[in-house]
């Protein structure tokens, strides 16, 4: 059996992956409508929504990483 970070991971670990993915996918798509409507404001509104779900992103692999170490050390908190 394989272990893949979303079969070992914590339910927090799954919800940070799904809202990284949601907030960078509507933020790309809104980039994408504001660049072909050819207004700025929208595609300078989609950054910080880009930006956020690259900070989900980097949370999860925080997470992930916490509960690998108390996986592999699972006397120490």
Known sequence: MLNTPWD???PL??????????????????????????TDPLVFAALPIIIAGMAAHLAGLVVRGRDARRRSHPTQR
């Open 13 to 38: 670990y799954r919800r940070l992956v799904i809202t990284a993915l949601i907030l960078t996918g509507v933020g790309i798509a809104l980039a994408v409508t504001g660049a072909m409507l050819q």
């Open 8 to 10: 070992t991971g914590s």
